[in-house]
Structure formats: C-alpha cells, structure tokens
C-alpha cells in the first residue's frame, strides 16, 4: 500500500498534465477529449471540468451494467480534471510546428507512463475503461467492438461540436496501445503472495513444506 497510493495519485496527476500537453500541442486529441472539447465550445466550461462531469455520468452507466467501481475510479474522475485545468494554465501552445510536434510526443510518452502507474496500482479502472469492459460482460461483443462503436461515436459528436480533431488523433489511435503495452507491465504492482514456510509433520524426524495459500491483497 505504500507503494500503491502514492502511483495512483501520482499517475493520475501525471495523466491530467499529459492531457493538457496533448490539447496545446494543438495537433488533434484522443476521441473523449475531442467530446470535452466539442462540449466545452458549446457550454463555455473548462475542458478539465467537463472531463469529470463525463466521468461522472460515464460511471453512472455502469449500474445497467453491473460495474463495481474501485478507490482508483472515483479519483480518476476527482483528479484528472483539475489536473488538465492545472497543465492548461502553465502550457502554452507553442508558435512553431515543431515545437508541437515535441509537446504533443512529449504529452503522448507522458500520458503512457501516467496510464502505466495509475492502472498497475490495481486500485480498478477508469469510467471509460469500465464502460468498455461492463459493454463485454453484457453483451459478449470483443473489447474492441464496444470501445469502438464508443470513441467513435463520442469523436464525432465532439467533432461536430469543434473538437480538434487532426493528425495527433490518429497518432494517438496508432500510438498509445503499444506504448501503454510497455508501462503497463513496468509499473504493475505485483499481488502480494506470502513465503512458504517449512515446518516439520508429525514426530519423526521428516520434515515435508507447508505452504499457505497466496494472501489476498
């Protein structure tokens, strides 16, 4: 647990910055920021703050759907919203088209690594990412199915409202599934399993292991 907190919190602050990075490199967005975008041009709310307003009504889908949140999806709805709002007051979109090149790369490595903490802490998915599973437990559609007919949806309502949607967004859609299949291993927590003991059986002098089951953690 001391390790598990502190990644989480940290990986979810990280994941907010990274957003932000993302959005003022200007280049385009992944498809749930594109939504944010396209709802903010429309309501005039902060993008952050929408993000957790979409948080909170994507997690309020997973009661049809018999989702059971963890500590870890609560704050990621809490935490990354403010955290975007934070990056967007510090990050400013830069004058030259390299330079976004470089803050979105950096934002898009940035944002891999905040996935890899906040998720290999096991402290349970984000909204989206229930969403995506609960959709498979009820319906038996493949993963990729569900989180399709989703993002794309969301892309194209956001779209349509002016959400910015350009050459990252595809980046992203190409980019984060590979990258996160190497953070994601890296920072997993491993499940805490207890050393196995040997002790003697019996009253003769043969001694034979005793091993406790793995502890659940």
Known sequence: MLRRIPQLLIGLVLYGIADAMLI????????WTVFAQGLSNLTGIGIGWLTNLIGLAVLLLWIPLRQKPGIGTVLNILL???????????????????????????????????SGLYIGSRFGPGPRDGLMTGIHAR?????????????????????V?????GFGTLAFALLIGPLCGFTLPFFRVPEKTRTPRVGTVGTGTAA???VEPAAAN
């Open 24 to 31: 003022r490199a200007a280049l385009g967005v992944d498809p």
């Open 80 to 114: 990354i919203g403010p955290s975007i709002e934070l990056g967007l007051w510090f990050i400013q979109t830069p004058p030259e088209l390299w330079q976004q090149i470089l803050l979105f790369t950096g934002g898009l490595l940035l944002l891999a690594v905040a």
């Open 139 to 159: 319906t038996g559609w493949p993963i990729w199915v569900g989180r399709t007919i989703v993002e794309v949806s969301v892309l194209a309502i956001g779209w």
């Open 161 to 165: 409202l002016g959400g910015d949607v």
């Open 208 to 210: 034979s292991p005793a």
